[in-house]
């Protein structure tokens, strides 16, 4: 899948907005592949899997497109 960071936050997490959906996925700075955290930007185009959580959907394997 592919989506745009919305936020980033200093405590090591963010959003991505995905087209066409609604919600935002949550993702985690340790869900990162081959990107360090502190590369990242809002705006930035990523691809990522979508998983399930205890709290809901979230991002893994996130990284650059």
Known sequence: MEGVIKTLNDKGFGFITVEG????????GNDLKGVNFDDLKVGD?????????????????????
Do not use: I, M
Not at 21 to 28: E, I, N, P, Q
């Open 21 to 28: 959906d609604d919600k935002d996925l949550f993702f985690h």
């Open 45 to 65: 185009k990523v691809t990522f899997e979508k998983a399930s959580s205890e709290k809901g959907p979230n991002a893994v394997n996130v990284s650059l497109v």
